[in-house]
């Protein structure tokens, strides 16, 4: 079975610095896309960065230029690093990744996300 565990939130003043990290353990075949999305309080979940098994890497306008998306193939593992954080970044963080259990399944997985709250 296939588990996305995400570390690293907390609290941090506005203009500092966070990494989250997300690992996958488990039956793990390959891993394609790695991301991460954040869901403040009462609004929608949304995408905030994802790298693909090559490297190439999406942001979202809002964090283009503050956050970075490193991810470590032999470790499973993607980062998500914040600076110049803003009170607006506060938000529960969740790992996304598209992963093969076997080379002939592909599925959607997320962590159970963590909270990151940046006080003004």
């Known amino acids: 079975q296939v588990q996305l565990v995400e570390s690293g939130g907390g609290l941090v003043q506005a203009g500092g610095s966070l990494r989250l990290s997300c690992a996958a353990s488990?039956?793990?075949?390959?891993?394609?896309?790695m991301g991460w999305y954040r869901q403040a309080p009462g609004e929608q979940r949304e995408l905030v960065a994802v790298?693909?098994?090559?490297?190439?890497?999406n942001y979202a306008n809002s964090v283009e230029g503050r956050f970075t998306i490193p991810r470590n193939n032999n470790k499973n593992t993607v980062y998500l690093e914040m600076n110049s954080l803003k009170p607006e970044d506060t938000a529960v963080y969740y790992c996304?990744?598209?992963?093969?259990?076997?080379?002939?399944?592909?599925?959607?997985?997320w962590g159970k996300g963590t909270l990151v709250t940046v006080s003004s």
């Open positions: 996304n990744a598209e992963i093969q259990p076997s080379w002939y399944a592909s599925m959607n997985y």
């Open positions: 790298i693909t098994s090559g490297g190439s890497t």
């Open positions: 488990g039956t793990i075949f390959s891993i394609n896309d």
